[in-house]
């Protein structure tokens, strides 16, 4: 069964940045897309960003600019960058693997606040 293992969650202060990773314990046959989610309490949970198997990216209004996907194939790794993070990016974050199934990571916690 395949695992996500999600890391690099915590708190910062408004302006700070933080980097997410998303690591498979195996290798995940014919993934077409890699997502991140966001969740905050109260609300539905919202895509933050995607990547496609050719390296199209694609992200939320919210966040364009400030965030960044990336794939590291060879380590099994999606990564999340986040820079000048507003308080309104606190939620767990989710990564998920489309691959005819769709995995999904156990989420990460991301706290900003002064």
């Known amino acids: 069964q395949v695992q996500l293992v999600e890391s690099g969650g915590g708190s910062v202060q408004p302006g700070g940045s933080l980097t997410l990773s998303c690591t498979a314990s195996?290798?995940?046959?014919?993934?077409?897309?890699m997502r991140w989610y966001r969740e905050v309490a109260g609300r539905q949970r919202e895509v933050v960003g995607s990547?496609?198997?050719?390296?199209?990216?694609g992200y939320v209004d919210s966040v364009k600019g400030r965030f960044f996907i990336s794939r590291d194939n060879s380590k099994n790794t999606l990564y999340l960058q986040m820079n000048d993070l507003k308080p309104e990016d606190t939620g767990v974050y989710y990564c998920?693997?489309?691959?005819?199934?769709?995995?999904w990571g156990q989420g990460t916690q991301v706290t900003v606040s002064s």
């Open positions: 998920k693997f489309e691959a005819g199934r769709d995995y």
């Open positions: 990547i496609l198997t050719g390296g199209g990216t």
């Open positions: 195996e290798t995940v046959y014919n993934v077409f897309r």
